[in-house]
């Protein structure tokens, strides 16, 4: 069992995977989940096909019907190269998607595959009557047809003690002999049947393989032992049968194997020069190639997978420390400063300009606060908002003086202006001024040459904060221009000086300020906000990519194939209360005693109706990876790769002490 604290990294990593301790581990019935990969289609390799017959092990003696059992008690041996056999397509297996019951959940999920009799067509995003439950994670141009190799099967059966499976059992398309994972090179073309395939991305596994499995292990187990299947683009389509032999056309260039390019990104280690050879791969899909560039953009500092998540510094400290307040400062009708100092004098450490930092007003009470002052300034500085009836708000803005101490965590965030040359847009409504507050500090203090747009909506010239500390910065900046938006100017508000435009910031508003191409789009307000003004960006060309936004609340959850629940507010779970140690999800202002029934955070999490993100639900995808802001879990499955420092993966830790969670 590994341990994880705020701010301190579990250790003993990198040797857990190849011990192999999984194995000896009981399936203990907790269930996990994965997304990620790209759908969009890449061009093809070119070169003349070259037919080339792969060498493959004997067809299994006795596959007869549709359960596999040719070499069950038989010891394991590899499939490739030794009996000189050719490789061929064992099964062709389809299936629409249905809704299972699990858990209680409904789940929709096309990973029941069964095998087709005679011949079935195979069409650029489909064998005919197969289908995906998840577009956003599995199917599509890239992954049209799942391979999964007979020797797979074999050491499954070997290595889970177990004689049930049957073709399609891991939700493949086709289930070939010969194809090893480990011979297998990404941009591999074959020519099987009529049609033409080339080899695009390893599988991305996700719990659904281990609802299918009946082993909840299973997503992990198969990234581990490096078995993890591969998935076909279709170049050219036309109809494949069982027993259609499979012969090469052409090799990947860079000669990277599936099993390769998948521990390249899922397990630690992560070479560069491997990842740039892999990025060389024309074929390699979109989203895998996506990852991979972001792993080789992660920052030194940053720890973690950023082809995972997106990667931040470590925490500067761990849990919470004493700050002073120095001043407290009214900057609109309802909104006022709070600069925070260390007690001894010492500058505070830095941060990234647009991250935020938690507050501790007193037990229970812990609210996150984007930072509004220069990332490199010797204080922090927050600006807050007074709610109506809001409890942290009210306190801010009534009880606290200079002079008060106040228990403080560390600046975090991935909402974090980018470094480059592009223009870029800071767009805010009401007082999610403060991160974007924040960048522009940044680039007046290196003053960017960058085209900066400082784009702010607010009610009136009362409750617009910072006006005058914006047009300082703007007038810094050499290439910097504003626009100003109040929905119900006040009487002394003059257009043309206070603002520059009456109503909402609508696509006509934006369209029309003559935004120039490529520009990095910061925004940050009310969820509302969010939506309209991104909707509106995307209107007029500025791709999802580069529009980043930032949420003063609970992010929104991913629970794919998950059926629609009714949403309900967090609330303590049902039953008898815990009497673990206190697990607080601060973004959804709710703390609860860990009780012993919950198998992890993430399961409490669920019974809580906390917003939650994942996939794999066993340490793989990285999907439910969460800032740890204080206290210290235990993993009781290990991670395949570790979360970044002061992070923690939900799904398969539970706490030590009580914990309080960025969630
Ligand atoms: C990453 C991040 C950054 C943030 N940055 C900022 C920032 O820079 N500035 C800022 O001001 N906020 C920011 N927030 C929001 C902040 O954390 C708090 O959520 C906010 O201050 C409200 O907290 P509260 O305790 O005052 O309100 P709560 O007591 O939590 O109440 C929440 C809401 O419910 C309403 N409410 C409460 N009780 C009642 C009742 N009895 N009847 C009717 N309505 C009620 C309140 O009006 C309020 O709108 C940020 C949040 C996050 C997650
Ligand atoms: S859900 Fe995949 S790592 Fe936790």
Redesign the pocket.
């Known amino acids: 069992m590994v341990l994880a604290s705020a701010g301190r990294r579990p250790n003993d990593w990198a040797t857990q995977f190849i011990s192999g301790t999984v194995a000896a581990t009981a399936c203990a019935a907790r269930w996990s989940a994965a997304a990620a990969s790209g759908p969009a289609g890449t061009g093809c390799c070119a070169g003349p096909p070259q037919p080339a017959r792969v060498r493959t092990a004997a067809a299994p003696a006795a596959m007869t019907g549709k359960v596999v059992r040719d070499s069950i008690g038989a010891p394991y041996r590899p499939a490739l190269g030794k009996d000189g056999g050719v490789a061929t397509l064992r099964s062709v297996n389809v299936g629409l998607p249905k809704d299972v019951l699990w858990r209680g959940r409904s789940v929709h999920t096309g990973i029941w595959k069964s095998p087709v009799d005679g011949a079935a067509m195979v069409r650029r995003l489909n064998v005919d009557g197969d289908g995906q439950g998840d577009l956003g994670g599995h199917g599509g141009e890239q992954r049209a047809v799942f391979v999964y190799q007979l020797d797979s099967y074999r050491y499954w059966r070997e290595f889970l003690g177990r004689d049930d499976f049957s073709y399609g059992q891991f939700g493949e398309n086709f289930t070939v002999d010969g194809l090893a994972d480990d011979e297998v090179r990404i941009g591999d073309r074959y020519r099987i049947g009529a049609a033409l395939f080339e080899v695009t991305q390893p599988r991305v596994t996700c719990y659904r393989v281990g609802i299918r499995m009946d082993d909840p292990r299973m997503p992990a187990l198969l990234v581990r032992h490096r078995r993890p299947g591969f998935y076909f683009r279709v170049l050219e389509e036309g109809a494949v049968r069982a027993g259609d032999e499979i012969v090469k056309v052409a090799d990947g260039p860079e000669a990277m194997t599936v099993a390769e390019v998948d521990a390249l990104l899922y397990l630690p280690g992560h070479p560069r020069d491997r990842i740039e050879r892999a990025l060389r791969i024309p074929a390699l899909s979109p989203g895998w190639q996506g990852s991979f560039r972001a792993m080789l953009a992660q920052p030194e500092a940053a720890s973690g997978n950023a082809g995972l998540v997106e990667a931040e510094p470590a925490p500067a400290w761990a849990g919470f420390r004493p700050l002073r307040v120095t001043a407290v400062d009214e900057e609109s009708s309802t ?1 006022a400063s709070v600069r925070l100092a260390d007690p001894g004098g010492t500058p505070v450490a830095p941060a990234l300009p647009g991250q ?1 930092l938690t507050v501790r007003l007193k037990p229970g ?1 812990v ?4 930072l ?1 002052g220069g990332p490199g300034d010797a204080e922090y500085r ?4 007074r ?8 306190y801010l803005h009534t009880h606290v003086r200079p002079g008060d101490v106040i228990d403080v965590a560390a600046p975090r ?1 991935t909402f974090v202006l980018r470094p480059g040359t592009a223009p870029v847009l800071l767009v805010s409504g009401g ?1 999610g001024a ?2 974007v507050l924040a960048m522009l500090h940044a680039l007046a203090d290196e003053k960017s040459g960058r085209e900066v747009w400082w784009v702010q909506a607010a009610r009136n010239g009362a409750e617009r904060p910072f006006a005058t500390e914006v047009s300082g910065l703007l007038a810094a900046l050499p290439n910097a221009r504003s626009y100003v938006a109040f929905s119900r100017p006040g009487p002394e508000d003059r257009l043309g000086g206070d603002f520059d435009g009456a109503g909402r910031l609508s696509a006509t508003v934006l369209g029309g300020l003559g935004l120039p191409g490529g520009v990095e789009a910061y925004l940050c307000g009310p969820s509302s906000f969010l939506g309209d003004v991104s909707a509106a960006l995307a209107g007029i060309g500025v791709p999802a990519g580069r529009i980043h936004t ?4 609970s992010r929104p959850g991913l629970t794919p194939g998950i059926g629609a629940t009714p949403t309900r507010a967090p609330h303590l779970p049902e039953g008898e209360p815990g009497t673990g140690p206190a697990v607080s999800f601060v ?1 959804s ?1 709710l703390t609860v005693p860990w009780p012993g029934s919950a198998a992890s955070l993430l399961e409490l999490a669920e019974a809580c109706d906390v917003p939650v993100r994942w996939s794999c639900r066993v340490g793989v995808c990285h999907n439910c990876e969460t800032g740890l802001l204080s206290g210290d879990v235990e993993y009781t499955t290990e991670p395949v790769d570790p979360p970044a420092e002061g992070n923690v993966l939900i799904c398969s830790s539970r706490p030590r002490s009580a914990v309080v969670l960025d969630l």
């Open positions: 909104i935020f009470l609210r996150s606060y984007s509004s927050i600006s807050v908002k709610e109506p009836h809001g409890l942290a708000s009210g965030g007082v403060t991160p930032e949420i003063f609340g973004r202002d």
